[in-house]
């Protein structure tokens, strides 16, 4: 949440044109807790995506500088691929989108993460790697500057050879720097595709602090 307690919310909505031609597209809605001429305390929806296909799973954050930096999956052709854009505290633009991956195959799921230093740390799955269709899913990771600038490349985190997968990351940072991950994977019982919780700690630049531990213990998918 920004210092000035608004609260940013990010997500999906559907427009049908006059050709009933059905498009995605992300939107930033912002609420404050002082209401002066809207009794509702909403502003009104920014628009952060603009294609004629669909824009979805969109993860968000905040910045010290109250800076809003969004990443999402973009729908091209039958592909995806993640985007990223940052916007100021009142929802403009102040960069482009942003393409992170360009591969073949599927990258999903985005979430994102910024630092105390202002750096965004973002994970999807990617099925990039193994026979296609139906590769072996991996939990991807890219570092940017607050600009926007790739500070370290689109690069596997967990391990892509095991035929399981590994999916629906969701990252976090503390205050000291270190990067929190977690996801679902299925090397548990692969036959059944029954995902466990799996956790990894690693430092600002992705290197892996800790093993990756189990964290739930169930007899149905956790994913």
Do not use: C
Not at 216 to 221: A, D, E, L, Q, V
């Amino acid at each position: 949440m920004a210092k000035t307690n608004l609260v940013h919310l990010f997500g999906m909505s559907i427009i049908n044109r006059s050709t009933f031609f059905l498009f995605f597209f992300l939107y930033t809605v912002m609420l404050t807790s002082f209401a002066y001429a809207d009794p509702a305390g909403w502003g009104l929806d920014t628009r952060v995506s603009f294609t004629p296909d669909q824009s979805l799973y969109s993860s968000s954050a905040v910045d010290a500088n109250g800076n809003i930096h969004v990443v999402w999956e973009e729908q091209m052709g039958s592909n995806r691929e993640i985007f990223y854009k940052k916007l100021d505290n009142n929802g403009n633009a102040l960069t482009g989108d942003l393409r992170l991956t360009n591969d073949l195959r599927l990258s999903q799921f985005p979430s994102l993460a910024v630092d105390p230093s202002g750096n965004v740390h973002v994970v999807w799955m990617d099925d990039r790697h193994g026979a296609f269709p139906g590769g072996d899913w991996a939990v991807h990771y890219t570092k940017l500057n607050n600009n926007g600038n790739i500070v370290i490349g689109d690069k596997p985190l967990t391990n892509w050879t095991d035929n399981v997968y590994e999916e629906y990351p969701s990252i976090a940072v503390d205050s000291n720097g270190f990067l929190h991950l977690a996801y679902a994977d299925s090397r548990d019982d692969a036959a059944m595709y029954t995902d466990e919780i799996y956790y990894v700690k690693f430092t600002n630049n992705a290197l892996p602090i800790t093993n990756e531990i189990r964290v739930s213990f169930n007899n149905t998918s956790n994913s």
